[in-house]
């Protein structure tokens, strides 16, 4: 069954300037409902109350704790305001770790901004710490979050958010002056949660099978994602994905790092892949590319090979998969995939770290010289390329993508070549 975890990933503080202030209803919350104990515009979850006397400005403010019912529960409030793809949208909260029940054991809390479609599903988040156990007491502390909303956002969301972890320890926080309004657009997409840093979840990526966030073989930082087979049946999955708007005719590029760890190394047929799923507006799939399994077919995606069944184990590979959008392309999923072909014999785990997504940077087409022996233009140079395009080994030659528009071989990279040989313009 596909399961989404979609919580917390880290950021780096964002400038608030320029933020129209006022988006929020009862931003400082003064103003109480008829009872005295919540606010309006306010929705709660968990263990949240009104604190008075203590606050950045006014006389009240939000106090969040933990639940005692698990590891990592969470309290928090939140409040939606309009948003739309590819708007930047910034929000900001005061924290304070109280003198009076300060912030205990691995307790900490975040400032989310939540992005949702139309059917209020979320689809996206984007987090960044704000208090934890070593956050000096009695301080009021501004902490500022900003996100590019992703395809399909409708409304935007601010969640100051208190996570009880494992060690169920004690402590609060308070919260006080929010702020959340968009402030300007942008064309780029960024990975959420590339690195999967954010301790005890994968957030921002929705993940399916068995999928978790480890530590014991990383390739930078103190996490990475780790899969393995649900041994139900043949050829099952685990996997991640992320998804990304896209535009018909540009080239898109993935990027993952990935390997199998010493001591539980895939063996006996497990693999896995790095593909790009296409999907046109109303997200139906676009069959435009080759079966891998059999090309007279056609599927939505591409695959590049992440973790060959005999991968040498504690390595961790480059893999990358570019890909030219189709007509009617709208979204491209990025999906991380641990593939079991056989439960009874297979094993092992696959893991992945510091992912990329975006437009293949526009390079135009390589030189005459294709050999690269200084010697242009010249017959050698054509007689090259036509070996190299027939599979022949050329280490001082250019690879066969002569346009740099990531598809290959493909008869266009044939014309350009002849057409910049002739005197022509790259097109």
């Given at each position: 069954?596909?399961?989404?975890?979609?919580?917390?990933?880290?950021?780096?503080?964002?400038?608030?300037?320029?933020?129209?202030?006022?988006?929020?209803?009862?931003?400082?919350?003064?103003?109480?409902?008829?009872?005295?104990?919540?606010?309006?515009?306010?929705?709660?979850?968990?263990?949240?109350?009104?604190?008075?006397?203590?606050?950045?400005?006014?006389?009240?403010?939000?106090?969040?704790?933990?639940?005692?019912?698990?590891?990592?529960?969470?309290?928090?409030?939140?409040?939606?305001?309009?948003?739309?793809?590819?708007?930047?949208?910034?929000?900001?909260?005061?924290?304070?770790?109280?003198?009076?029940?300060?912030?205990?054991?691995?307790?900490?809390?975040?400032?989310?901004?939540?992005f949702?479609?139309?059917?209020?599903?979320?689809?996206?988040?984007?987090?960044?710490?704000?208090?934890?156990?070593?956050?000096?007491?009695?301080?009021?502390?501004?902490?500022?979050?900003?996100?590019?909303?992703?395809?399909?956002?409708?409304?935007?969301?601010?969640?100051?958010?208190?996570?009880?972890?494992?060690?169920?320890?004690?402590?609060?926080?308070?919260?006080?002056?929010?702020?959340?309004?968009?402030?300007?657009?942008?064309?780029?997409?960024?990975?959420?949660?590339?690195?999967?840093?954010?301790?005890?979840y994968i957030?921002?990526?929705?993940?399916?099978?068995?999928?978790?966030?480890?530590?014991?073989f990383?390739?930078t930082?103190?996490?990475?994602?780790?899969?393995?087979g649900?041994?139900?049946?043949?050829?099952?999955?685990?996997?991640?994905?992320?998804?990304?708007?896209?535009?018909?005719?540009?080239?898109?590029?993935?990027?993952?790092?990935?390997?199998?760890?010493?001591?539980?190394?895939?063996?006996?047929?497990?693999?896995?892949?790095?593909?790009?799923?296409?999907?046109?507006s109303?997200?139906?799939?676009?069959?435009?590319?080759?079966?891998?399994?059999?090309?007279?077919?056609?599927?939505?995606?591409?695959?590049?090979?992440?973790?060959?069944?005999?991968?040498?184990?504690?390595?961790?590979?480059?893999?990358?998969?570019?890909?030219?959008?189709?007509?009617?392309?709208?979204?491209?999923?990025?999906?991380?995939?641990?593939?079991?072909?056989?439960?009874?014999?297979?094993?092992?785990?696959?893991?992945?770290?510091?992912?990329?997504?975006?437009?293949?940077?526009?390079?135009?087409?390589?030189?005459?010289?294709?050999?690269?022996?200084?010697?242009?233009?010249?017959?050698?140079?054509?007689?090259?390329?036509?070996?190299?395009?027939?599979?022949?080994?050329?280490?001082?030659?250019?690879?066969?993508?002569?346009?740099?528009?990531?598809?290959f071989?493909?008869?266009?990279?044939v014309?350009?070549?002849?057409?910049?040989?002739?005197?022509?313009?790259?097109?």
């Open positions: 069954m596909m399961r989404t975890r979609m919580m917390v990933a880290a950021a780096g503080l964002a400038c608030m300037s320029g933020m129209a202030v006022g988006q929020l209803q009862n931003a400082g919350f003064e103003t109480l409902d008829n009872t005295g104990l919540f606010w309006p515009s306010w929705t709660y979850f968990g263990n949240v109350g009104v604190e008075t006397g203590v606050a950045q400005a006014g006389t009240t403010s939000a106090r969040l704790g933990g639940n005692f019912t698990g590891p990592f529960n969470v309290s928090g409030i939140f409040q939606s305001i309009p948003a739309s793809a590819q708007q930047i949208v910034e929000a900001s909260a005061f924290f304070l770790n109280p003198t009076s029940d300060p912030m205990q054991g691995d307790n900490f809390v975040v400032l989310n901004i939540e949702y479609n139309a059917a209020n599903q979320m689809i996206a988040v984007k987090e960044m710490r704000a208090l934890d156990a070593n956050t000096p007491v009695g301080v009021w502390r501004q902490v500022t979050n900003s996100a590019v909303a992703p395809c399909d956002t409708a409304s935007a969301r601010i969640v100051p958010l208190f996570v009880q972890g494992a060690q169920l320890a004690s402590g609060s926080a308070m919260v006080d002056t929010t702020a959340m309004a968009p402030n300007g657009t942008s064309t780029e997409f960024s990975v959420q949660n590339p690195g999967f840093e954010v301790e005890g957030p921002g990526w929705v993940t399916f099978g068995n999928a978790f966030r480890e530590f014991q990383t390739r930082g103190t996490g990475a994602i780790k899969f393995f649900n041994f139900n049946a043949p050829f099952n999955v685990s996997g991640a994905f992320q998804v990304f708007c896209v535009q018909p005719g540009l080239s898109y590029t993935a990027s993952a790092w990935a390997g199998t760890p010493l001591g539980d190394n895939i063996n006996d047929g497990d693999f896995a892949v790095l593909n790009m799923e296409v999907f046109d109303a997200g139906a799939p676009i069959n435009a590319y080759p079966d891998p399994n059999n090309p007279a077919n056609s599927v939505n995606f591409t695959t590049v090979q992440a973790v060959a069944p005999d991968a040498t184990p504690g390595v961790y590979t480059q893999v990358i998969n570019t890909t030219v959008m189709p007509t009617n392309a709208a979204k491209v999923r990025l999906v991380l995939l641990h593939v079991q072909p056989d439960p009874a014999i297979g094993g092992g785990s696959t893991w992945f770290d510091d992912i990329t997504f975006g437009a293949t940077p526009t390079v135009g087409c390589d030189d005459i010289d294709f050999n690269n022996n200084d010697v242009f233009p010249e017959d050698q140079d054509v007689v090259d390329f036509f070996n190299v395009l027939a599979g022949a080994d050329c280490p001082a030659c250019n690879d066969i993508d002569f346009n740099n528009n990531g598809v071989p493909e008869d266009q990279d014309i350009d070549f002849f057409n910049v040989l002739a005197g022509g313009e790259c097109p």
